[in-house]
């Protein structure tokens, strides 16, 4: 049976020596302090490196650029989330019905995006999020899909299923339209079950 796969994401870092990965986890850290404290909007290269008692040289030399700094703290979330979906407990992870590891999956998915919608945005549109992150969401879908038994364009189906997932139409909703997430995630719920009604509703 197949289950998708922890996805390595794009530009993930090549195996580093010990005293570099002390040193890149330091940066880390002192990066997501800061983005805890202050909001990713606000961290800067210099105040990374004071936290972390470098040079921002090495920050620069560590991430290239602010926003890769910023796509590397992603890059942990997401590697996090995925290993739930794929070994953590259910219902998101295995063990439950398809139906209700796909609704886990959306209210998981609802969170996570919202939570770190300002790192998403800081880490810039076309970056490690939107190609890895989103190849790993679309094919579990498409697992959770065929599971299901439902017929036609899986990948296109799967499309229409993570777009209202995303950072653009969340921020709309929720930060522009002050939706509650409750309503937001029960209309998301609707348009699955429009798509993925199970035969056998548990």
């Given amino acids: ?28 850290c002192a990066a997501a302090e800061l983005v805890a404290l202050h909001g990713a909007h606000a961290v800067t290269m210099d105040a990374v490196a004071a936290r972390a ?16 700094l910023m796509g590397a703290l992603l890059d942990q ?10 070994s953590g407990p259910p219902p998101l992870g295995p ?20 939570r770190h919608a ?5 880490a810039g549109w076309v970056g490690p999020r939107s190609y890895a992150a989103y190849s790993f969401t679309a094919m579990h879908v498409r697992y959770l899909l065929a ?21 653009p139409i969340l921020d709309q909703q929720v930060r522009i339209e002050e939706f509650p997430v409750d309503r937001v995630y029960n209309g998301w719920v609707d348009l699955v079950d429009r798509i993925a009604r199970p035969s056998h509703p548990a």
């Fill in 1 to 28: 049976m197949f289950e998708p796969r922890l996805l390595p994401l794009l530009d993930a870092p090549p195996t580093e020596r010990r005293d570099a990965a002390r040193n890149r986890e330091a940066l880390m």
């Fill in 53 to 68: 008692g470098v040079g921002k040289g090495t920050v620069f030399r560590r991430f290239e650029s602010r926003e890769g």
């Fill in 77 to 86: 979330s997401e590697t996090d989330w995925q290993a739930s979906v794929i």
């Fill in 95 to 114: 063990g439950a019905p398809p139906h209700e590891r796909l609704l886990a999956f959306g209210r998981s998915r609802i969170e996570i995006t919202l």
């Fill in 118 to 122: 300002d790192l998403i945005r800081e």
């Fill in 147 to 167: 599971e299901l038994g439902v017929t036609g364009d899986l990948p296109l189906l799967a499309t229409a299923i993570l777009a209202p997932l995303e950072v």
